[in-house]
């Protein structure tokens, strides 16, 4: 059984709920040229694109430190779409108390996303589910290059420790950033086709998709502006 008003307000949102206060902070010309909600850019904003969307298991987002304000990043715009979505920037989950604690908790199971051998499906995940139903179900994906995302995976035991997850096999679109493998997938495609895939109900997540067409078009744009 699921307590989704329960992990609602377990859950803190300052990534979806911005604190629009901190504009009245900003006086340096630089800090106003971005924008406060998506971090990019005022001219590349895409926060007209957000549509949060409702969901049922949490999704925590460990962000590699040197992925904060990239500008071809896309866990804030991820975590900026989910109700119950939460950015964590550190190396160590020693380093994020909220995360730590979150990962110590018996009442949870969280699942990292990492498709490797021993990764289990969702379909899975549901037995499990359905066999201890008093754990609720968090999701958990680490954003960084592969070769960050997977030293912050073997330098943290509490990583380690958690049950992998992978998708079903899909066609990863995002052309900006240089993948390691062909299916890898942006850190928005991976909460998408996660989300998606756990709750069956990929129409719901389509907003998700649809700033993600955004974001290619306005990289490619810009990438063709360059070139002319
Ligand atoms: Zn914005």
């Known amino acids: 059984m699921k307590n989704s008003s329960k992990l609602a307000s377990e859950s803190v949102m300052t990534q979806s709920n911005p604190d629009f206060s901190d504009n009245m902070k900003q006086s340096d010309d630089n800090k106003s040229r971005y924008c406060t909600r998506c971090t990019r850019a005022l001219k590349a904003c895409l926060c007209d694109y957000i549509r949060q969307v409702p969901h049922?298991?949490?999704?925590?987002?460990?962000?590699?430190?040197?992925?904060?304000?990239?500008?071809?990043?896309?866990?804030?715009?991820?975590?900026?779409?989910?109700?119950?979505?939460?950015?964590?920037?550190?190396?160590?989950?020693?380093?994020?108390?909220?995360?730590?604690?979150l990962l110590a908790d018996p009442a949870l199971q969280c699942y990292l996303l990492w498709p490797d051998e021993e990764a289990i499906s969702l379909a899975r995940v549901r037995e499990r589910e359905t066999a201890e139903p008093a754990r609720r179900v968090c999701f958990l994906l680490l954003d960084g290059t592969w070769r960050k995302a997977y030293r912050m995976l073997h330098s943290n035991p509490e990583l380690q420790q958690l049950p992998r997850i992978k998708l079903d096999a899909i066609a990863g679109q995002y052309s900006i950033r240089k993948k390691p493998f062909a299916e890898?997938?942006?850190?928005?495609?991976?909460?998408?086709?996660?989300?998606?895939?756990?709750?069956?109900a990929p129409d719901r997540f389509a907003p998700l998709m649809t700033l993600f067409t955004h974001l290619n078009r306005q990289w490619h744009d810009f990438a063709q502006g360059r070139r002319s």
Do not use: F, M, N
């Not at 991820?78 to 995360?99: I, K, M, T, W, Y």
């Open 56 to 101: 049922l298991a949490p999704l925590h987002i460990l962000q590699h430190p040197s992925e904060v304000g990239h500008p071809k990043g896309t866990a804030i715009l991820l975590a900026a779409s989910l109700a119950q979505a939460r950015l964590h920037v550190g190396e160590q989950v020693a380093d994020v108390p909220e995360l730590a604690a």
């Open 184 to 200: 890898a997938l942006s850190t928005l495609e991976a909460g998408y086709h996660l989300l998606s895939q756990w709750e069956r």
